[in-house]
């Protein structure tokens, strides 16, 4: 989506807003060969708004920001590092990137895809705990895909 403009999401509700950054959020990580889920919960019992398996095998988190009340609001993302090799924020075109931190990885999205603004730093996960992590990912899809 590099080359396309960002639909602007102002006068969206809370809801709309943090649909339409997921989902383009989602679109962009599939484009780029990663495959994410939605709200997964981690073991510390936090809810990842996307989590994503990269095709080398690492585990993205990617928290969805609607808006700078969301983001002030909701302090518990730093409790996510620990599940994942990359943090990312996802937030819609019109949100005031200056606020938020350094270190996380930024991704601007509308509903219908994104653009990866700031590369995520690395912190790889030990291998025990992607091995953990990689094998309930698989088993959440695998059970979402079935829905029995």
Not at 41 to 58: E, F, I, K, T, Y
Not at 109 to 130: E, S
Request: aromatic content about 6%; glycine content about 8%; charged content about 20%.
């Amino acid at each position: 989506m590099a080359q396309t403009e960002l639909i602007l999401t102002a006068g969206l509700s809370r809801p709309e807003t943090t649909g339409q950054v997921t989902r383009g959020a989602a679109r962009l990580l599939t484009a780029l060969g990663h495959a994410p889920l939605l709200e997964v919960v981690l073991p510390n019992g936090r809810r990842a708004d996307l989590m994503a398996l990269s095709p080398q095998g690492h585990i993205h988190i990617i928290e969805v920001k609607s808006g700078l009340e969301d983001f002030r609001s909701d302090l518990k993302w730093p409790e996510y590092a620990p599940y994942c090799d990359y943090f990312h924020f996802a937030v819609a075109p019109e949100f005031p990137r200056h606020i938020l931190p350094d270190g996380p990885g930024l991704i601007v999205a509308d509903a219908f895809g994104g653009a990866v603004i700031t590369q995520a730093q690395a912190t790889p996960l030990a291998p025990a705990r992607r091995k953990a992590l990689t094998l309930s990912f698989a088993r959440l899809a695998a059970l979402r895909a079935t829905e029995i």
